[in-house]
């Protein structure tokens, strides 16, 4: 039986907003060294793939209105919180960040002003691999294998989610431009 769209209290739904309420404890146990941390490790793994379980939920149970909001806040809130920490440690580029962040924050504004347009904005398959390039770069920030020096795999995972990022952003960008001028 499929989910009522304006339903709130939903498996998925209850899933995002653990993610959510754990995030803070993950940018709590980022280290403040270039040595990583399993227990950063395995957090962030357990968010990650959490990402994944909410969505599969969603799909089979029934999308709902709160969850198209909540998810990709909890993207965002979990990916931006552990960068925005990875570079008060120095350890990511602050414009490297930034540019995630201005993107992030720009679709993110466009998909508020076009869902009170009764709009509905779903992501695109280059930002579903944008959120997994970003995910991957906190993993590979904290992972001890990796963190050390800022491996090629932490620095390249970063760089490979900043490409992403401005793809799938340039992507909404078109769509919105075309859906305007169709208008």
């Known amino acids: 039986m499929p989910t009522d769209p304006s339903a709130i ?25 270039n040595v990583g941390s399993w227990a950063a490790t395995g957090l962030w793994f357990v968010l990650s793939m959490s990402d994944l379980v909410d969505g599969y939920l969603a799909r089979k149970e029934g999308t709902t209105r709160s969850g198209a909001f909540l998810d990709p806040l909890a993207d965002k809130v979990c990916v931006l919180g552990a ?26 504004l466009y998909r508020v002003f076009a869902g009170a347009k009764g709009v509905s904005v779903p992501a695109s398959r280059a930002a579903k691999w944008k959120t997994f390039a970003q995910q991957s770069a906190v ?14 795999a932490a620095k390249g995972s970063l760089v490979i ?13 078109l769509v919105a431009v075309r859906a305007r001028r169709a208008r």
């Open 9 to 33: 209290r939903t498996w998925a739904n209850a899933i995002t907003v653990s993610r959510l309420l754990v995030s803070p404890l993950m940018f709590a146990i980022i280290p403040d060294d």
């Open 83 to 108: 960068m925005f920490i990875l570079v008060n440690r120095g350890y990511f580029s602050v414009w490297l960040v930034g540019v995630i962040a201005a993107r992030e924050i720009s679709i993110s």
């Open 139 to 152: 993993g590979f920030a904290v992972l001890p294998w990796t963190a050390a020096n800022y491996t090629i």
């Open 161 to 173: 989610a900043v490409v992403l990022t401005v793809y799938s952003g340039a992507q909404y960008w």
